[in-house]
């Protein structure tokens, strides 16, 4: 893919990654293997207090055709089919679930310059059409995210965001919920040798007239090593750590405290993942 503005979902994503990527309170278990011929087999299973989850999911890879297909514990079969680059900068995705009749979609992503559109539709009689487009280059984009109910001939989701990127800054603004929702994100690196970085994301309700603001960290301690600690303003205090320990093999703990009540139980969550 060319270098751009990247698609809609890339808006603010570093600050959402720093905030809320591999914080958890369960407990996952992941297991990656290859077979001879390059098959893919990862299994996984989750404990969510007291309910226990588990999938089994393969990918098999064919020049630029990538097929995935997994399998949950509540038997549903999801097949997901991607043809990377079948023209110039276009990326086509085929996707459903058995056995729920309605869930078969079809994707198109185009990633150009100074442009990034991804546009889908479902397999139904009638379907839900969605569409985001980024206009811009890899200093400053503009962008839209909009649903649309042939059913009931209604916009169920229309968004829209601005992301400015500098050398060691990223700052975007998003309206959400059809302007009901404005955020504000901030990502910036202090030194890209330790990987250390802060982020920091605010959120208003215009209808409910509240506000979130969530201020994050993280730091590698070595290269194998990143810590990262997150607290909001509702007292929530988190904090995690993750080890490299082999390539591609990850051991995450991370652990979450109600400072304003904080004779409750902090939340543990931990996660393996295995791959040779």
Not at 7 to 14: E, F, N, S, T
Not at 33 to 40: F, L
Not at 201 to 210: P, Q, R
Not at 243 to 264: M, Q, Y
Request: glycine content about 8%.
């Amino acid at each position: 893919m060319v270098k751009g503005p990247g698609l809609y979902l890339d808006i603010g994503k570093k600050a959402r990654d720093l905030l809320y990527k591999d914080y958890q309170s369960d407990h996952k278990f992941t297991v990656t293997t290859y077979t001879s011929t390059g098959v893919a087999i990862s299994s996984t299973g989750i404990r969510k207090g007291d309910l226990y989850l588990g999938d089994v999911s393969t990918q098999l890879k064919n020049k630029n055709i990538t097929t995935d297909v997994k399998v949950d514990t509540d038997s549903n079969l999801r097949t997901t089919i991607t043809i990377d680059e079948p023209a110039p900068g276009l990326k086509a995705i085929f996707s459903f679930i058995v056995p729920d009749q309605r869930s078969g979609k079809v994707e198109l992503q185009y990633q150009h310059e100074y442009a990034g559109i991804s546009t889908s539709i479902g397999l139904t009689a009638n379907p839900i059409v969605n569409f985001s487009g980024v206009v811009g280059n890899n200093l400053l984009s503009l962008g839209t995210d909009l649903s649309f109910d042939t059913a009931s001939g209604n916009f169920t989701k229309c968004n829209a965001g601005l992301n400015f990127t500098h050398t060691d800054l990223i700052a975007s603004l998003i309206l959400n919920d059809k302007a009901d929702t404005v955020t504000a994100s901030y990502y910036h690196t202090v030194s890209p040798l330790t990987n250390t970085a802060v982020g920091a994301e605010l959120s208003h309700s215009f209808s409910s007239n509240e506000n979130s603001l969530t201020i994050g960290t993280q730091h590698a301690l070595d290269p194998l090593t990143t810590v990262k600690g997150r607290v909001n303003n509702y007292g929530r205090a988190s904090a995690l750590i993750q080890h490299e320990w082999r390539p591609k093999s990850f051991f995450t703990i991370s652990g979450e405290v109600d400072t304003r009540a904080i004779e409750k139980s902090a939340k543990i969550g931990l996660a393996l993942a295995l791959k040779p």
